[in-house]
Structures are given as C-alpha cells and as structure tokens.
C-alpha cells in the first residue's frame, strides 16, 4: 500500500513562494501519477497540477498555470509542487494523491486518485 507525507506548507505573505513535497512509500513510485490538489473552506477540492510517472503528461489548472510548477524524482520517490507568485486565494488545504491506473496521460478526475496525503495548510496573507 502506498503512504503519501505532504510537507512544506506554511505562511507566506502575497507574491511569495513555496514548495511543498510530497513523499511516497510501500509501493513503486515511479509507476504512479501523481497529483496535487487543494481544498478551501467551503469550496470543493480541486486539482491544481498532475504527473506522468515519467513526466511525459503535466495537467495545471487555469487558476495556476504560469505560477506553480510540478515535478518529481522517481529516486527519491517524491513529488513537488513548486508555487511562486502566490495569492491570498491560493490559501487551502493542499494534498498529494496517486492515480494506481493512468499510465502514460494523467487523469483530471478527482475519483480516480486512489491514495491521499494527509494534506498540508498553504496560508497566502495580503
């Protein structure tokens, strides 16, 4: 079974940035997208960036694209979500998820994420 760790969040003042990494264990890592997602009060959760298991396939968000920045190293089992420029409407609970069945493009479907970090707090002031 895998067990995501999301780590990184914090508070930062507007037009900051932050990178948050989200590391894998107990299954092979490098076979699974990856995607990251947030939730704000009251709000669903949405995904803001995925990963190809070879970062062949990259989805971003309208509402982030320009801005964050996703990636990750297969030898360290680990995926990042580099967020610059970030605004108070960014702030969320930010959680990294793995895809056991896309292959070689991500999905954009939120029931299709198998397995969920326990999320982080990303708090944006103005």
């Known amino acids: 079974q895998v067990q995501l760790v999301e780590t990184g969040g914090g508070l930062v003042s507007a037009g900051g940035s932050l990178r948050l990494p989200c590391a894998a264990s107990g299954r092979t890592f490098s076979r699974l997208s990856m995607g990251w997602f947030r939730q704000a009060p009251g709000k669903e959760r949405e995904l803001v960036a995925a990963?190809?298991?070879?970062?062949?396939?990259?989805y971003y968000a309208d509402s982030v694209k320009g801005r964050y920045t996703i990636s990750r190293d297969n030898a360290k089992s680990t995926v990042y979500l580099q967020m610059n420029s970030l605004k108070p409407e960014d702030t969320a609970v930010y959680y990294c998820?793995?895809?056991?069945?896309?292959?070689?493009?991500?999905?954009?479907?939120?029931?299709?994420?198998?397995?969920w970090g326990q999320g982080t707090q990303v708090t944006v002031s103005s």
């Open positions: 998820a793995a895809d056991f069945d896309a292959v070689f493009i991500v999905s954009i479907v939120t029931d299709d994420y198998d397995i």
């Open positions: 990963i190809s298991w070879n970062g062949g396939s990259i």
